[in-house]
């Protein structure tokens, strides 16, 4: 039967003189790709978390028809934080004075040093921190202010309607405020 | 005499086909993994430190959108249904019930709710939508939700939920808030991505000390 020779190893057919190319194989070894294709599968199954939200709890307070029912706070325990504008926080101490001279600002970073300030000087049961978000307050600084009373560890605090007056004070200090605020 | 001869087999294996699978695989995890699935009303909501898991079930979620917008969520079929036949016999809307079932959430006026639910479902996106009225404290249209919405769930549990958005605007928040209020809704939770406990903080050190935290 006629066959072609396809191996090579028929050398003795060519010539003395003719070099014999080294046949390479085609095959690589494809182990270290699986490897790394097996790490890489692992690495992302491993990594997708599934993105889950958290949740902060709120209660709220009833609301009391009668101003006699309401909660009373003795005035040295009491700290009011007004939320502004454009993150900006003020703050003052027991009841606003009608000049307004215990009105301060402040800002989300040196609220929590007031915050301990305040509590640190304080009998626990007496201390209650007031919140009032103004108008133009966001919904991220009532969450900010609120994850501060956490952090702080402040048992007692309340979210509280912002009355005119402080509005008023919050508006003029945060348009005279940025400069204020920042220095 | 006899003996068979056994082929010498050789040990490598042609790893082509357990790499092709392998890549395969790589490739479905990579294409399939989604950051975060598009959602209708696009909402960043705040960080905290809570630790605990929103619920999934038994929700009422009121999402709060950028622009101040107010939508609700509801997941339980009958529970939408008791809602919208509450809506519409003390409103005289006309919503389609089935329409009203289907719909993933609520965001109109009462006099656009039947033309909200006529809406295709993917022309339904947040822009555009009006939201529910409740800056009008005269017209707040969510405490008329809140009620049909809690005699749904009469002697069932609601896990109120509060999605907000970053920029809403606190007096949108507040109206949802009195909404609550006015139908004895005194718990709710408030959704947050988890952020980490500053250190040295009070939290921190009761953590580290291995007090349980209140929630």
Redesign the interface.
């Known amino acids: 039967m006629a066959e072609m020779d396809t191996s090579s190893s028929g050398g003795h057919k060519k010539g003395p003189g003719v070099k014999k190319g080294k046949k390479l194989s085609t095959r690589v070894?494809?182990?270290p790709?699986?490897d790394l294709?097996?790490l890489?599968?692992t690495f992302?199954?491993f990594t997708?978390t599934m993105?889950?939200?958290?949740?902060?709890?709120?209660?709220?307070?009833?609301?009391a028809d009668n101003p006699e029912d309401q909660n009373k706070a003795k005035e040295s325990g009491v700290i009011t934080l007004l939320?502004g504008k454009d993150n900006n926080v003020f703050y003052y101490e027991g009841q606003l004075a009608p000049d307004g001279s215990n009105f301060k600002s402040s800002n989300f970073k040196d609220i929590?040093g007031i915050l301990?300030d305040k509590k640190a000087r304080t009998n626990e049961k007496d201390l209650v921190v007031v919140l009032k978000?103004?108008?133009?307050?966001?919904?991220?600084?009532?969450?900010?202010i609120?994850?501060e009373m956490?952090?702080?560890?402040l048992k007692r605090y309340a979210?509280v309607?912002i009355s005119p007056v402080e509005e008023q004070l919050v508006k003029l200090s945060d348009a005279a405020g940025g400069a204020s605020a920042s220095n | 005499m006899g003996r068979a001869k056994l082929p010498r087999k050789s040990t490598?294996i042609d790893?082509?086909a357990?790499?092709d699978v392998?890549?395969l695989?790589?490739s479905f995890?990579?294409l399939t993994?989604k950051?975060?699935p598009a959602e209708a009303i696009a909402v960043t909501?705040?960080?905290?430190?809570?630790?605990?898991?929103?619920?999934d079930k038994d929700i009422v979620m009121i999402t709060?959108d950028k622009d101040g917008k107010v939508f609700i969520t509801m997941d339980e079929e009958q529970k939408k249904e008791a809602v919208c036949n509450a809506l519409n016999t003390q409103m005289n809307l006309n919503m389609d019930v089935a329409a009203f079932k289907k719909a993933g959430f609520f965001g109109a006026p009462f006099g656009l709710m039947a033309s909200f639910l006529a809406l295709p479902e993917d022309q339904r996106k947040g822009e555009k939508l009006p939201g529910i009225p409740v800056l009008d404290s005269t017209d707040n249209q969510m405490v008329t939700w809140m009620r049909a919405i809690t005699d749904a769930y009469l002697g069932t549990k609601i896990n109120l939920?509060v999605k907000?958005?970053?920029?809403?605007?606190?007096?949108?928040?507040?109206a949802v808030?009195d909404a609550?209020?006015k139908t004895?809704q005194?718990?709710?939770?408030?959704?947050?991505?988890?952020?980490s406990?500053?250190t040295g903080?009070?939290?921190?050190k009761?953590t580290m000390s291995g007090e349980k935290r209140e929630?």
């Open positions: 070894d494809l182990t790709m699986v294709g097996f890489l599968i992302f199954i997708t993105s889950q939200p958290t949740a902060m709890k709120l209660f709220l307070p009833k609301d939320l929590r301990l978000p103004s108008s133009e307050s966001t919904y991220k600084n009532v969450v900010d609120l994850d956490t952090i702080n560890v979210l309607d | 490598n790893m082509t357990m790499c392998a890549f695989l790589l995890f990579i993994t950051f975060k909501t705040p960080n905290s430190v809570a630790a605990k898991v929103a619920p709060i939920l907000g958005d970053n920029a809403a605007k606190y007096p949108a928040f507040k808030i609550f209020k004895d005194l718990k709710f939770q408030m959704i947050t991505n988890p952020e406990v500053p903080t009070e939290l921190w009761k929630e």
